[in-house]
């Protein structure tokens, strides 16, 4: 049986994988932080989506999140971390408080489920850990220093993990989005928005149904041989 977490889950990215997860045969954590917003979800993907709120940056709600998944389905096989935050501004402006919780957000709650659901993964020798990084994490991006650091940060902890323990039977992958079309990404100004579409080699924003199948493809065992990579569905706006 394969019971995934999906943090984040209640809107965009973190909905469409869920979704996707379940209509592929999981059983599925919606996660977010937002009770009505992982209720919703959970209640529209049907199946077996079981809604649970809780903050990731908080160490006793991510590791609820695998209390909850044992208690209803069983041992975690597959956690995907894509609870994000993001927040505008430029470097001069920003202040401590929202850096701490763009990396609160991202890299301590990436860190905590992972710390969560490592044990159990290591003592059956087998799982599977896929992070939403961003391609911010790679090349940068105006106004955004603090997220992509933080996105950035997660494909580093990505790689090392992986190196520790894909030896051991667990799988360790990033994928890292470009523009999607998620109320985070529309959140960002308009201005942020033209410019980057203008750029795009693809033209577009993608949409969340396209990362999904890329995180499926990460939880599947035709990416055995998939170890500390980052995938990206990026409309070209990274090219490796």
Not at 44 to 50: C, D, F, V, Y
Not at 154 to 171: F, H, N, P, Q, Y
Not at 225 to 236: A, C, I, K
């Amino acid at each position: 049986m394969r019971n995934a977490i999906v943090t984040g889950a209640g809107s965009g990215i973190g909905r469409a994988v869920a979704g996707r997860l379940v209509r592929e045969g999981y059983n599925v954590v919606v996660n977010d932080m937002r009770p009505e917003a992982a209720e919703q979800a959970a209640r529209e993907i049907g199946g077996k989506a079981l809604a649970v709120a809780g903050d990731v940056s908080q160490e006793t709600d991510a590791a609820n999140l695998l209390a909850a998944c044992e208690k209803a389905f069983g041992a975690c096989t597959h956690l995907v971390n894509n609870a994000g935050h993001v927040h505008q501004a430029r470097f001069v402006d920003l202040q401590p408080a929202d850096f701490d919780r763009m990396f609160a957000v991202h890299v301590r709650g990436t860190y905590l489920c992972m710390r969560a659901v490592l044990p159990g993964m290591l003592a059956r020798k087998s799982g599977v850990i896929v992070n939403i990084a961003s391609q911010l994490g790679q090349i940068g991006g105006t106004d955004l220093v603090h997220y992509s650091g933080a996105k950035a940060a997660i494909i580093g902890m990505t790689k090392a993990l992986a190196r520790e323990v894909s030896a051991d039977g667990v799988r360790v992958n990033a994928v890292a989005p470009g523009p999607i079309n998620t109320p985070l990404v529309m959140s960002l100004s308009e201005d942020w928005r033209k410019a980057k579409a203008a750029g795009l080699p693809l033209g577009r924003f993608g949409e969340p149904d396209e990362v999904a199948a890329t995180v499926a493809f990460l939880c599947s065992p035709e990416a055995s041989l998939f170890v500390g990579q980052t995938l990206g569905p990026n409309s070209g706006d990274v090219m490796q």
